[in-house]
């Protein structure tokens, strides 16, 4: 009786579009009352899911990013991309794509992506005669590619919840993202041969020259990333930092483009960003560790085991359940309360935690864009100013395109563990 109060109490409150983090605090302080146990066992567990040293890297990615936007870095990333790809039939579409792709790599999330490429993007492919349903939800879509792609922010939280190294996480995603960048890139192309969408001249290797040259202190930051914990030089804590001082140092000294009376702006922004997903991370623990006591992961597992033990089918069921949680629940939300039991059923019928990680993140991804609740597609159609209707139906062909990448990776796990394996070879 008591585990239905919880989960009536966050369903409810879910549906009346409360916050996450706010629907997992009442359920939890709802099932706490009920069953007459002391309340200060929410802050306890706020705290224990809170103090994971890995977690300390958010805000320093976070704020890398931040620092590396208000410096100037998506206009030249999207230079880059337009002289790489804009002399195609709808090259400017494709050029979103790509620098999604770019800018994923150096912000880590896709609401951040969207937020920022979506407001240059979206009115300069309206202006170029692209329909403006099309460009929302092309900048929606392509920016589910960043969070694969490192640093990613989900990838952190998997590596907190679980043990693995953030630094094979993170390689893990690379592959796919960039299949998913491939595959939106082809459905781009298709969709502007079909309808006959422009396309703009080649500005000449000249360009391109000057583009790679501006945007190259930006994606020196990726770089920068992955090497250090390639290398293990520094943990990702450290790779936060060392990115944040040197996004400051480039918007500063080389860029120009980052006015000092900005910085408090963005540290502050930074910090509510930050406080926002770990309170999430705090709330989550609390509704996680209930599910724990009250053991629905090992009922989950029985269930799943007692109805079949083939891999496949296993991980055919594993994607349903988290597409359709995708839908209606934050990324990082649904990773605390289902990574774990999802693990164990994972791992029990054979699969590699590292492949499991990898396509248990992409099916989140791609439930940012996927209605009623998909976050990326609302702030697109914010952005647009459309209706969720149209933009919904533009998207589909993408949303097919990132399903067809899913199965790949879910079915073929060399996709997520051969980059991780070769890099990371002891």
Aim: hydrophobic share 60%.
């Amino acid at each position: 009786m008591d585990i239905l109060v919880l989960l009536a109490t966050f369903l409810g409150t879910l549906a009346l579009g409360v916050p996450v983090a706010i629907c997992l605090g009442l359920s939890s302080l709802a099932y706490i009352i009920f069953a007459g146990l002391p309340v200060v066992i929410i802050p306890q567990r706020m705290y224990a899911g809170m103090d994971v040293f890995v977690l300390l890297c958010i805000p320093g990615f976070i704020l890398a990013g931040n620092l590396m936007n208000y410096g100037g870095v998506t206009e030249r990333i999207i230079r880059l991309a337009n002289a790489l790809v804009g002399w195609m039939r709808g090259g400017l579409a494709m050029a979103n794509v790509a620098d999604s792709m770019m800018f994923g790599g150096v912000s880590g999330t896709a609401v951040a992506d969207v937020a920022a490429t979506g407001g240059v993007m979206i009115p300069g492919m309206k202006k170029s005669g692209y329909p403006a349903d099309f460009a929302a939800a092309i900048t929606a879509a392509s920016s589910t590619v960043g969070p694969m792609l490192p640093p990613s922010v989900p990838m952190i939280v998997v590596g907190a919840l679980s043990g693995i190294s953030v630094g094979q996480l993170f390689l893990a995603g690379a592959v796919p993202g960039i299949l998913m960048g491939v595959a939106m890139g082809i459905t781009c192309y298709v969709i502007s041969v079909r309808r006959n969408y422009p396309r703009q001249p080649w500005q000449g290797l000249g360009e391109l020259a000057r583009a790679s040259a501006s945007a190259s202190w930006a994606l020196a930051m990726i770089g920068l990333i992955i090497g250090g914990l390639i290398t293990g030089v520094a943990t990702p804590t450290e790779t936060a930092i060392v990115a944040s001082i040197y996004a400051f140092l480039v918007g500063t000294l080389v860029y120009r483009e980052l006015p000092l009376r900005a910085v408090p702006k963005i540290l502050i922004d930074s910090a509510i960003s930050s406080a926002g997903i770990l309170a999430l991370v705090g709330f989550a623990n609390v509704f996680g560790s209930i599910l724990a006591a009250e053991r629905i992961p090992q009922m989950l597992v029985t269930a799943v085991l007692s109805i079949t033990e083939n891999k496949y089918v296993v991980i055919l069921l594993i994607n349903i359940l988290l597409l359709f949680v995708g839908m209606f629940m934050e990324t990082i939300a649904a990773l605390i309360i289902l990574f774990v039991p999802l693990l164990s059923l994972a791992t029990s019928v054979g699969i590699d935690p590292l492949h499991f990680a990898t396509f248990a993140v992409l099916n989140l991804m791609i439930g940012l864009t996927t209605p009623p609740v998909g976050v990326c597609l609302f702030v697109a159609c914010n952005i647009a100013r459309l209706p969720l209707l149209p933009v919904i139906k533009a998207i589909v062909p993408f949303l097919l395109s990132n399903f067809i990448v899913l199965l790949l990776v879910s079915y073929y796990p060399p996709f997520a563990t051969w980059l991780p394996t070769t890099v990371l070879a002891p």
